[in-house]
């Protein structure tokens, strides 16, 4: 199929950024996303032009590297990751937007890559259990209902991606936080720490720029892994259990 | 004397005529390797006895020695995490964005232990047994049997770690059986273990990061390694948002980068997991072990066309009850359901009857290259075969199917765009570990002193094999407990004296490694780098891949020097090295691929006999099966660079079978 892409190019974080348009052409339906984008980019190359930055490593939907918006939604219109989104999705003739995920606290590095540190601080503030290598008893020491153990590992799949965000009209990190938050707080592991982490991960979140969540909903929608909108209800629950004394 | 069959390779005038133009097509004879530090005595306890041996550093003093870790897969990011709560300095690096990227991520199966939880039979003893014969008796027994001895400690930090594995209803971790092995000794989460693993890791070593205990740097690619009077001091590494190439200073440098899979091209590695800095510590005196082996995986989605950037495995667990099949006649392009029974050939049944469709992973993968070999294989290309589930289904139903392998069909659907229910999968082997890497001694220290390897760099304890679930226990086993202690060692026997800022050795490294890249920048040919990697791919898939000959990795041996000969004529790069140039990343990565393949072709060309991953066809039972030469080679190759365009020496670590007798396996 032949298709026109119009491609967020952007040199640098603090440079000017805008579309351009690039026609594609002998794409085939096998071919993911991002190997589309190889096409494009090997094209570039030969003609001397700059190709298209895009973060990606893993391609099968478990790094959380790749994400752009595509045609307005964050990994494009498939609830899946961009890597693992296939070009059988598009019809011959299509005109594509691809843009960077969009929010303050992601800046733009180049192109459609953009700066996510700003979730390795929120998981740095709280986003661990406390267990210096050799200090752990018997594995069987704590049994864990399977019931906790389930959820936790749900919430455990997050993949750090950044589409929750992306998708977000507030560019809330919510989603991204409550994950994290459910995933350690359910297990009896992470008990000790449950009321100072929630109560840090949130401060960081809000330090970072991430915007608050209005129940919008678009992050649950958006999130490749599935991670369930109830997580931010438990998030709020959580910090307001953490803010007691 | 013995006649070694790979003496005819060193020193022969023919052969150097012949070869010449390559500089890799011969090597030279080095001294053995004499020790490895393991310590003497019962091999229970030799891993207690090296830890009493080892000095240890004053906590006072830690905070004053420096650590480079570079990597933040399973091995590098415990490592990290770990150094950092004993009170080291930390400065770590990995390419992506973030350390939670790291390719360990995508690990499915899950992690042997042996806790013996289930009462089954299972000990110590018998994981140490079945690493060394999985390895087809090419590892070394004392790292072997200390993996074996960690393992059961490390489901216990992960746990702590709150590590979310499966769990039965009473609340106990569950296990399954993985690899053929007859105890139920791997603990999994889901289908996703390696990502729940290294979460854990990244977890604790966010903590440090958060702490100031560990300098994180990512987006840092390390490009060299900085050796003063004979020891690691640090490495030269490119951030690759601002292109600045800079010198970072250390103690010690511990390499945890992974392996070097993707000098196949395709493979089921991440896109980025490269070889440089392996392949520059080896440039720097590290010895190179078994670059050979490497490992192939039977059930790959195939390729479906050029423009495929990397495969995608699928859990092997599918052989358990799907059945493999090609059409008898070669060129049948009918769908398979148009195929009727008896036009099938249902290959791995008829030539393994008591093993079938459950044969170890290296004879899978050759059968399928065989058949396809003889225009028999299926989907585009012919570089397939067909799983089918059609037998399984009618037997169990379709929800029981659905219920074992719903997300694995529903992953290939996502791809293939075809109903494993209804039509059957299509299949294909691909690269997807090395077991190859570093040399190391016990202490997990290469040839250079204070430079560790550890992890998938390094190249200790999977011999010629790796068993299923095995990587993450061994990179975990290295990073949370063997560096720690034996690192530990190293800095307290090592005065901490700094280098330096403006010491000459660094502004000379910084120059080399800022001219390879201005190079690359500067030929302004007509050719992409992915161009010229899926070449190189390509032949080596072909001539080092699932079987090689003499002939196949002479002709290899040929043609990379003229590729490579090549790639310096005609390679574009567009843009400037001062910027985030994904471009140029990979074609530095490239400069590096072609010496390592090299390596390969040759380790595999010195090697005569078949074993575990690497098949010559040359060597090989009645009915098909690897034969192995313990007289001549068992030895693990560790290969020095002895400078560019000269023949590399080969040092032999002759390995001792003192616990594990050696036999030959039979699947017929």
New interface residues.
């Given amino acids: 199929m032949n298709l026109t892409l119009r491609i967020w190019r952007q040199?640098?974080p603090d440079q000017p950024g805008g579309l351009t348009a690039y026609q594609v052409t002998g794409i085939?339906?096998?071919?993911?996303f991002?190997?589309?984008l190889?096409?494009l980019n090997?094209e570039?190359?030969?003609r001397?032009?700059?190709?298209v930055?895009f973060?990606?490593?893993?391609?099968?939907g478990?790094?959380?590297?790749c994400g752009m918006v595509i045609n307005g939604q964050a990994h494009g219109p498939e609830r899946?990751t961009t890597c693992?989104l296939?070009m059988?999705h598009f019809s011959d003739g299509d005109t594509i937007d691809v843009e960077p995920w969009r929010s303050a606290a992601f800046p733009v590095?180049?192109d459609l890559?953009v700066?996510?540190?700003a979730?390795?601080?929120i998981?740095?503030?709280g986003?661990?259990?406390?267990?210096?290598?050799?200090?752990?008893?018997?594995?069987?020491a704590?049994?864990?209902?399977?019931e906790a153990?389930?959820l936790?590992?749900e919430h455990?799949?997050c993949?750090?991606c950044g589409a929750c965000v992306a998708a977000c009209p507030n560019g809330s990190a919510m989603l991204f936080t409550a994950a994290k938050v459910v995933?350690?707080n359910v297990?009896p592991?992470?008990a000790p720490e449950r009321r100072g982490r929630v109560r840090s991960m949130v401060a960081a979140m809000d330090a970072e720029g991430f915007g608050g969540c209005t129940n919008t909903g678009e992050c649950a929608t958006a999130c490749p892994k599935g991670i369930g909108l109830n997580a931010i209800g438990t998030l709020n629950r959580e910090f307001l259990r953490g803010g007691r004394r | 004397m013995t006649h070694h069959p790979q003496d005819e390779y060193v020193n022969d005038e023919r052969a150097q005529d012949e070869y010449a133009p390559t500089a890799f097509a011969q090597y030279q004879e080095g001294d053995p390797i004499a020790d490895t530090k393991a310590p003497a005595g019962p091999i229970e306890g030799r891993w207690d006895q090296r830890r009493f041996e080892a000095r240890l550093v004053n906590p006072a003093n830690r905070r004053g020695r420096t650590v480079i870790v570079v990597g933040t897969g399973l091995a590098g990011g415990a490592a990290g995490a770990t150094l950092a709560e004993q009170g080291y300095r930390v400065v770590q690096f990995c390419f992506q964005d973030s350390p939670r990227r790291a390719h360990s991520i995508a690990a499915q199966g899950g992690i042997n232990a042996a806790k013996n939880y289930r009462n089954d039979g299972d000990s110590i003893r018998r994981l140490f047994y079945d690493t060394v014969k999985g390895g087809d008796f090419r590892a070394r027994e004392s790292n072997v049997h200390r993996l074996a001895q960690v393992s059961v400690e490390i489901i216990d930090q992960c746990v702590a770690q709150g590590v979310p594995f499966a769990r039965e209803y009473g609340g106990l971790l569950d296990t399954r059986s993985f690899g053929g092995v007859q105890v139920s000794r791997t603990f999994y989460a889901r289908g996703q273990t390696g990502q729940q693993l290294l979460l854990g890791a990244y977890q604790a070593l966010s903590r440090q990061i958060a702490a100031g205990n560990v300098e994180m740097h990512a987006r840092t690619e390390m490009l060299d390694l900085l050796v003063v009077d004979g020891r690691a001091r640090g490495i030269v590494a490119r951030d690759l948002v601002t292109g600045q190439v800079r010198t970072h200073l250390a103690d010690a440098v511990v390499l945890a980068t992974g392996g070097y899979g993707n000098v196949f091209h395709l493979s089921t590695n991440a896109k980025n997991s490269n070889a440089t800095a392996i392949w520059r510590a080896h440039r720097r005196g590290a010895l190179f072990a078994n670059p050979c082996f490497t490992q192939i995986h039977p059930t790959c989605i195939p390729r479906s066309g050029d423009h495929q950037a990397k495969l995608t495995l699928m859990s092997e667990s599918l052989r358990n009850d799907g059945r493999i099949w090609v059409p008898r006649r070669p060129g049948d392009t009918r769908p398979p359901a148009q195929i009727s029974a008896a036009e099938r050939d249902y290959y791995l049944e008829r030539m393994y009857p008591s093993f079938g469709n459950l044969v170890p992973r290296d004879i899978a993968s050759r059968a399928a290259k065989v058949v396809c070999d003889e225009g028999r294989g299926v989907g585009p290309g012919g570089q397939g075969v067909y799983l089918d589930f059609a037998d399984a289904i009618e037997r169990l139903g379709r929800e029981a199917v659905a219920a074992r392998y719903g997300n694995l069909f529903e992953m290939y659907q996502r791809i293939t765009a075809e109903d494993p229910y209804q039509v059957p999968m299509r299949i294909y082997p691909a690269i997807h570990y090395t077991m190859g890497g570093l040399w190391v001694d016990y202490d997990l220290q290469t040839t250079v002193p204070g430079l560790f390897a550890i992890g998938e760099a390094n190249f200790s304890d999977h011999g010629a094999n790796r068993l299923g679930a095995s990587a993450l226990m061994q990179g975990l086993a290295d990073g949370y407990f063997v560096l720690p202690a034996t690192l530990a060692d190293y800095l307290a026997r090592t005065p901490g004296a700094p280098v330096a800022a403006d010491h000459p050795q660094i502004a000379e490294l910084e120059a080399e490694v800022a001219d390879r890249l201005n190079l690359l920048l500067a030929v302004d040919g007509d050719r992409t780098p992915e161009s010229f990697h899926r070449e190189l791919g390509e032949l080596l898939w072909n001539e080092c891949g699932m079987a090689r000959s003499e002939a196949g990795l002479r002709r290899a041996l040929e043609r990379i020097p003229q590729l490579r000969a090549e790639f310096w004529r005609r390679i574009k790069v567009p843009g400037v090295g001062e910027e985030f140039n994904q471009t140029l990343e990979k074609a530095n990565r490239l400069v590096d691929y072609f010496e390592l393949a090299e390596l390969m072709c040759l380790d595999a060309l010195h090697r005569t006999e078949s074993c575990g991953g690497h098949f010559r066809v040359e060597s090989q039972t009645a009915d098909g099966e690897a034969a192995r030469d313990d007289e001549a080679f068992a030895y693990v190759a560790a290969w020095e660079f002895a400078g560019p365009g000269r023949p590399p020496v080969l040092h032999r670590e002759q390995l001792a079978f003192e616990h594990v007798h050696p036999t030959q396996r039979s699947y017929a």
């Fill in positions: 040199s640098g085939s339906e096998e071919m993911s991002l190997e589309m190889d096409t090997e570039l190359i030969l001397g032009d700059q190709p930055a973060d990606h490593d893993c391609r099968e478990i790094c959380g590297a899946t693992q296939h059988r590095v180049k890559v700066d996510r540190s979730f390795d601080r998981i740095g503030s986003g661990y259990i406390t267990a210096p290598t050799g200090s752990a008893p018997d594995a069987h704590v049994p864990v209902p399977k153990a389930d936790a590992f455990a799949e993949i750090g995933h350690l297990l592991q992470g």
